[in-house]
Structures are given as structure tokens and as C-alpha cells.
């Protein structure tokens, strides 16, 4: 266990290692990521806006231009560190678990403008996953009058992971509020526009993101 789960479990008022046993056995990953240098000028996304499922992700490699996170205002914040910086991003599940006490952060990464557009980016994100048999219920210290129970269902870890991978936006109303967030933030990156894509065709997926065409189906990307 991080010494980041003790400050969480603390600050909502349990054991400093509540945390341990609920994420010993878990699906948890260590990722390498490789953002290939970009040989054209090109204002696309490299990541678009999401947040992640799991309980937190632990980033390492954040000292490059890139990566930004959505604040409250709706606006994008670039995130740059030093190297022995590590960030942390609340995912869903802890969220879910703390009533919205944590939010889940609303995240991008977008093509550098400056001269390190040619040079590779790497980012190591640790995601922390709870247990799968860990059944998520609201925690009764994250509900009062002020904050009635969001979450009154509770669902096994494994099966809100399964779930949410195969969510349907159109269809799941469980996700709707995170749907809407996530299409705002989409928005506030990329104003959709009725081009057609060169390659598979599509005219509904299309958006013009700063002089740049960028299709969201199939990737394919022309910039002025």
C-alpha cells in the first residue's frame, strides 16, 4: 500500500491501512506509455478527456509538456512537474466509494506546441484497483443530511469493472452524469464540425481542434 492510500484513509476518517487488504489481491497495473514525436505541427489530442475507473492512478513521467486535468471552473490546467514529483488522480471507484466526497479527475493529453513536439513522450501510470470480490458501498462517513447516499446500490469491484467496460452511454443511466462531464470536457477541447473523414468516411465523429481535423472513429488527422 501507497503511502498516498494512508492520507486518503485518514482524511475519511478510517485505520491508515483500511486500504491494504482491499487492494492486495486487486487488478492492479503498472503501464509504460510511448507518445510517438509528432513531425508536423498538429494541435490533436493525444489521450482525449476521460477519467479513470479504478480506485486512484499513480503517475510517474509528468515533468513533459502534455498531460492537463479539467478543474471545476471547466477549464483545462496543464500539468508539468519535476521528476521525483508523483501525481495522483482520484479515479471512479473511489469516487463511487466516498460519495463524490473525491472526485474523479477529468483528464486529457494533448500534442506539445513548443519544439518537444519531436521528441518522444513516456508516462508511467500506476493503476490501483480494489480487490475484485470488494463489495463498493457508499462509506457511512462520506453520507449526512448535506450528502444523502448517491450510490444506495452497492456492486462488487469486479463487476463495476466489467460494467463500465462495457458501458453503453446511450442505454447505462447508472453513468449519465459522468457521460455529461466528459462530453463537456470533450467540447471545451474540440468543436465539432461537419467535415468528413478521408479514410473511413464518417461526418458525425469529425471535430476541428485548433486548425487540425481530428477523427475520433479511426484516428486519421490532417492539419492545415
Not at 52 to 81: R, S, V
Not at 127 to 135: G, R
Not at 152 to 171: F, H, S, V
Request: aromatic residues 8%.
Amino acid at each position: 500500500m501507497c503511502i498516498r492510500d494512508r492520507y486518503i484513509a485518514l482524511y475519511l476518517g478510517l485505520s491508515s491501512n483500511w486500504f491494504y487488504e482491499k487492494t492486495n489481491q486487486g487488478n492492479s497495473i503498472l503501464r509504460l506509455i510511448h507518445y510517438p514525436p509528432s513531425d508536423k505541427d498538429n494541435n490533436g489530442l493525444r489521450a482525449s478527456p476521460h477519467e479513470d475507473i479504478n480506485l486512484i492512478t499513480l503517475l510517474f513521467g509528468t515533468q513533459q509538456e502534455g498531460l492537463e486535468i479539467l478543474d471545476q471552473d471547466n477549464k483545462w490546467i496543464p500539468i508539468k512537474t519535476d521528476s521525483d514529483i508523483v501525481v495522483c488522480n482520484v479515479g471512479d471507484m473511489l469516487q463511487r466509494l466516498t460519495n463524490k466526497k473525491f472526485i474523479s479527475t477529468t483528464h486529457k493529453v494533448v500534442n506539445p506546441k513548443s519544439n518537444i513536439k519531436n521528441i518522444s513522450r513516456y508516462s508511467m501510470p500506476f493503476f490501483i484497483h480494489l480487490n475484485p470480490d470488494f463489495y463498493i458501498e457508499t462509506l457511512n462517513s462520506c453520507i449526512d443530511d448535506n450528502s444523502p447516499n448517491n450510490f444506495p446500490n452497492g456492486i462488487l469491484a469486479d463487476d463495476y469493472l466489467k460494467e463500465r467496460n462495457t458501458w453503453k452511454p446511450d442505454t447505462d443511466s447508472d453513468f449519465a452524469e459522468e457521460k455529461v462531464r466528459i462530453t463537456m470536457a470533450q467540447e471545451t477541447s474540440a468543436q465539432e464540425s461537419s467535415y468528413e473523414c478521408k479514410d473511413c468516411g464518417t461526418s458525425t465523429n469529425v471535430v476541428n481542434e485548433g486548425g487540425c481535423l481530428t477523427c475520433r472513429e479511426c484516428g486519421w488527422s490532417k492539419c492545415d
